[in-house]
């Protein structure tokens, strides 16, 4: 499974950028992608890695990480306040794969 969420965040007061009110894409967009993995897999990742670009602040602005669970599964995703408005998801089987 593949799947991405990102928008431009502009807005310097937004409280999304506050690492105090728990701001971060991985928290605000990236948990998206993350329980739709959850959901098609029906189960917790057994085994997680991820990679953050980070502000001065500690706010994460972009994040990328991999979902391994069972049966050799594996989900990556990616999620953004720097690049411009993404939503999309694809699940890849043996069979096929949906968008």
């Known amino acids: ?14 409280t999304r950028w506050d690492a105090q009110m728990g701001g971060g894409a991985l928290w605000d967009v ?6 739709l993995a959850r959901y098609i897999f029906g189960e917790a990742p057994t085994r997680v890695s991820g990679w953050a ?3 001065p602040a500690g706010v994460d602005e972009t994040f ?3 979902l391994h669970f ?12 720097a690049v411009p408005f993404r939503t999309r998801a694809e699940i890849a089987g043996t069979q096929g794969s949906l968008r």
């Open 64 to 66: 990328a990480g991999t």
């Open 70 to 81: 069972g049966d050799d599964a594996i989900a990556q995703f990616d999620c953004s306040f």
């Open 1 to 14: 499974m593949l799947a991405s969420f990102s928008f431009t965040l502009d807005r310097p007061t937004d």
């Open 53 to 55: 670009k980070t502000t």
């Open 30 to 35: 990236g948990c998206y992608p993350v329980s």
